[in-house]
T-cell receptor, first 108, second 117 residues
Framework: QQPVQSPQAVILREGEDAVINCSSSKALYSVHWYRQKHGEAPVFLMILLKGGEQKGHEKISASFNEKKQQSSLYLTASQLSYSGTYFCGTAYGQNFVFGPGTRLSVLP | GAGVSQSPRYKVAKRGQDVALRCDPISGHVSLFWYQQALGQGPEFLTYFQNEAQLDKSGLPSDRFFAERPEGSVSTLKIQRTQQEDSAVYLC???????????????FGDGTRLSIL
């Protein structure tokens, strides 16, 4: 079953913050985050492996609450280059399932 | 170093024709995944290889779809008797480890955009 993402879409002004949520009805052991720009391949952002783990890369960070089966991606002081569709994903055995994506548009 | 390479970049075929899509993963990557991505949707899992072994093919939509990775490097996704609903972008991804999808980043190719007329 596919993870659920919210919101479906968000529009920001440059410099604003955003949060993208990912949840699953099944137990999560790890959560991946990827960003895909139109017509391009998905690009890996980060993996969270432990309950309650947080990771960060510059102004993009994420948290993972294993008990709640949720992960959130935080984009701080957004830049124009952050525009794209963000996917969370998780492994179920050897199968990997992506969420439906959150389309993020950052305007000048 | 070189990333994941997919060819062709675009493929147009008539309904009923067979097509073959190629994926050349990053050298040394053990794991290889195929995904199908429809417009406006997330990638959908098709199949997973660990070296030459196809460990999961649960996502292949029908027996018209076949994937192989005979020497544990290059992989081919073949679609027989193509239908219009097969039109999509087919993405290939590879990862370094042999632990499947759970704890390794996946590196994606640019995909093959398949259009069935």
């Amino acid at each position: 079953q596919q993870p659920v993402q919210s919101p479906q879409a968000v529009i920001l002004r440059e410099g604003e913050d955003a949060v993208i949520n990912c949840s699953s009805s099944k137990a999560l052991y790890s959560v991946h985050w990827y960003r895909q720009k139109h017509g391009e391949a998905p690009v890996f952002l980060m993996i969270l492996l432990k309950g309650g783990e947080q990771k960060g890369h510059e102004k993009i960070s994420a948290s993972f609450n294993e008990k709640k089966q949720q992960s959130s991606l935080y984009l701080t002081a957004s830049q124009l280059s952050y525009s794209g569709t963000y996917f969370c994903g998780t492994a179920y055995g050897q199968n990997f399932v992506f969420g439906p994506g959150t389309r993020l548009s950052v305007l000048p | 170093g070189a990333g994941v390479s997919q060819s062709p970049r675009y493929k147009v075929a008539k309904r009923g024709q067979d097509v073959a899509l190629r994926c050349d993963p990053i050298s040394g990557h053990v794991s290889l995944f195929w995904y199908q991505q429809a417009l406006g949707q997330g990638p959908e899992f098709l199949t997973y290889f660990q070296n030459e072994a196809q460990l999961d093919k649960s996502g292949l939509p029908s027996d018209r779809f076949f994937a192989e990775r005979p020497e544990g490097s290059v992989s081919t996704l073949k679609i027989q008797r193509t239908q219009q609903e097969d039109s999509a972008v087919y993405l290939c991804a590879s990862s370094l480890g042999s632990y499947g999808a759970s704890n390794q980043p996946q590196h994606f190719g640019d995909g093959t955009r398949l259009s069935i007329l």
